[in-house]
């Protein structure tokens, strides 16, 4: 394969990537009562908009999910800094 063919792959790889991402975050938006399931950005700017216009169930619904999120990589941090673990690097 010459270099422009895997440039081509590489690009329909990420275009094909790209759509599934989008198709499963549109279902899940839909699914879940407007909640971003792979954008936490985009929960963050719904979170915004809602406590902007003072609507207090769609603030509460747009944590649905981050909170969550926060929560258990805080306690993964946690776990791993609890361990007294060691690397072991062999060199030959």
């Given amino acids: 394969m010459t270099p ?8 329909l790889g990420l275009a094909l990537l790209s759509f599934a991402s989008g198709g499963t975050d549109v279902l899940a938006f839909i699914k879940l009562g407007h909640l971003f399931t792979s954008a936490m950005t985009g929960n963050t700017a719904l979170l915004a908009i809602a406590l902007g216009q003072g ?11 981050p909170v969550p999120q926060a929560v258990q990589t805080r306690r993964g941090i946690w776990r791993l800094n609890s361990r ?9």
Avoid at 4 to 11: F, G, H, I, L, Q
């Fill in 4 to 11: 422009a063919s895997y440039r081509n792959c590489d690009v």
């Fill in 55 to 65: 609507d207090v169930a769609a603030a509460g619904r747009s944590l649905q999910l």
């Fill in 84 to 92: 007294r673990f060691s690397l072991t690097v062999a060199v030959r």
